[in-house]
């Protein structure tokens, strides 16, 4: 029954990409984001979804129905740049494997959605309804996990997702949505929307912790100190936040305390050292093929792991290997080493980089004109949210994870719209200046 409802409700709304691309590329977001055929049971679980509204999209935007922004700037620049090498790494990698073919696949649909969005999404309320479709991605399994956690008094464990894989990447991706939906919250006019996007928002905090992930633990710390920085409320907010974990704190299993404790002494853990052993072996890979790397999943061929698996348990200081099996590279920085070489990894994250010195350039301009103080806050969450998947990213691999691709095509277009609307001569508009509308929700109540 749930999945019929699903595909008639689905059918709905698929008509609205034919109407214009960007309800095609909102859509778009959603689907790639929730993966909703994943939460099916019976005959929606085989459906493409989101290759119907994929070609919808494209199919109008060639067709020339919408006019189009098109523009190209660094940071989709530095986003090209990092596609073809990504490219390149995968029709040289060392081996022949399946997670690479399914992670080319995705990796240029990504790259496809990107540009549409930068070229689709050009004003206020098309970036609003942009992330408007990244809360909803996401949402479901906020509220739905973080409900059960709280019903169960602590005793519901979250395994992951197929969109994120594993606890440890769902949440990171809940600790990167958190901050877009406090956006969202902010900007919306009726209280209870607004109210429901601030609950769903802590609810996600409360899903990181029934992960069960040390490193979704390390990166709520961090979205907390990052969120608490610049709050005009912090004494008002530290209580909350108090209060908050007091409550969860007395719900918390004693196994959930237990494993979180294991980061004070990850020198003796095996799961941690075995990681150490995959970040020394994406290494070498990268020291053998520094232009492209090994392709992607280097680390998870048996024989390329096998080849540097006696140099690893030496380089640079002893490491015990515990199992005896492959791993993937359980950290972005390494993944980005063994899977494109240096090349892929000063372009991915010079990508990220240039990304955050936009959003920083955007809250500069946001202080100097207050008509674009949703644009300030808008690069603000979209930065958090980055800078807290450079923080918990040290110990997971999602480098193809589609909300970063997207993120990179917001900021791009938000940084696009934010100079055209203040070119030439923002730097002459005076500091705190008057502005009526400057904390102006997206959608005034009754549109």
């Given at each position: ?25 909102l859509i778009w977001i959603w689907v790639a984001l929730l993966a909703p055929a994943d939460l099916m049971y019976g005959m929606a679980g085989s459906i493409p979804l989101n290759k119907p509204i994929a070609a919808s999209t494209l199919l109008l935007f060639f067709a020339g129905r919408d006019k189009r922004h098109f523009y190209f700037d660094g940071l989709l620049g530095m986003l090209t740049a990092f596609g073809l090498v990504f490219i390149i790494s995968y029709f040289v990698e060392l081996s022949n494997l399946a997670k690479a073919d399914d992670a080319m696949d995705k990796f240029w649909k990504e790259m ?336």
């Amino acid at each position: 029954m749930r999945d019929l409802l699903f595909v008639l409700g689905y059918a709905g709304i698929m008509w609205m990409s034919f109407y214009a691309v960007h309800l095609g590329v909102l859509i778009w977001i959603w689907v790639a984001l929730l993966a909703p055929a994943d939460l099916m049971y019976g005959m929606a679980g085989s459906i493409p979804l989101n290759k119907p509204i994929a070609a919808s999209t494209l199919l109008l935007f060639f067709a020339g129905r919408d006019k189009r922004h098109f523009y190209f700037d660094g940071l989709l620049g530095m986003l090209t740049a990092f596609g073809l090498v990504f490219i390149i790494s995968y029709f040289v990698e060392l081996s022949n494997l399946a997670k690479a073919d399914d992670a080319m696949d995705k990796f240029w649909k990504e790259m496809v959605l990107a540009f549409l969005i930068t070229g689709s999404l050009n004003t206020r309320h098309r970036l609003h309804q942009g992330t408007l479709a990244i809360a909803l991605g996401f949402g479901f399994v906020m509220v739905k996990e973080g409900l059960i956690f709280l019903l169960t008094a602590g005793g519901h464990k979250v395994f992951g997702t197929p969109a994120t894989g594993d606890n440890n990447g769902l949440a990171l991706a809940i600790l990167m949505i958190i901050p877009i939906m406090l956006y969202c919250g902010r900007y919306t006019a009726d209280k209870w929307v607004r109210l429901g996007m601030y609950a769903t928002a802590a609810l996600g905090a409360v899903t990181v912790i029934a992960t069960y992930s040390r490193g979704g633990f390390v990166g709520l710390l961090v979205l907390g100190v990052l969120l608490l920085k610049g709050n005009k409320h912090k004494i008002r907010t530290i209580v909350v936040l108090a209060v908050a974990a007091a409550a969860l704190s007395s719900i918390m299993p004693d196994d959930y305390v237990l494993r979180i404790d294991t980061i004070k002494t990850a020198d003796a853990d095996s799961s941690f050292m075995t990681r150490v052993i995959s970040w020394k072996i994406n290494l070498l890979i990268a020291l053998d093929h520094p232009f492209f790397g090994g392709g992607p999943y280097a680390s998870l061929d048996w024989g390329t792991w096998m080849t540097y698996l006696p140099t690893s348990t030496t380089l640079f200081f002893p490491t015990a290997f515990y199992g005896n099996r492959t791993l993937v590279a359980h950290s972005i920085y390494f993944q980005a080493l063994g899977d494109t070489g240096f090349v892929g990894f000063f372009l991915f994250f010079g990508m990220i980089g240039v990304a955050l010195f936009y959003c920083s350039r955007m809250q500069r301009i946001a202080k100097r004109n207050l008509e674009l103080a949703w644009a300030g806050d808008l690069a603000r969450a979209m930065q958090v949210s980055f800078l807290v998947y450079l923080a918990a990213g040290g110990a997971l691999s999602l480098n193809y994870f589609e909300l970063v691709y997207i993120l990179i095509a917001m900021i791009s277009r938000l940084h696009q719209t934010v100079l055209e609307q203040t070119a030439p001569a923002w730097t002459r508009v005076p500091a705190r200046a008057a502005a009526p509308a400057s904390l102006a929700p997206a959608y005034p109540r009754g549109m």
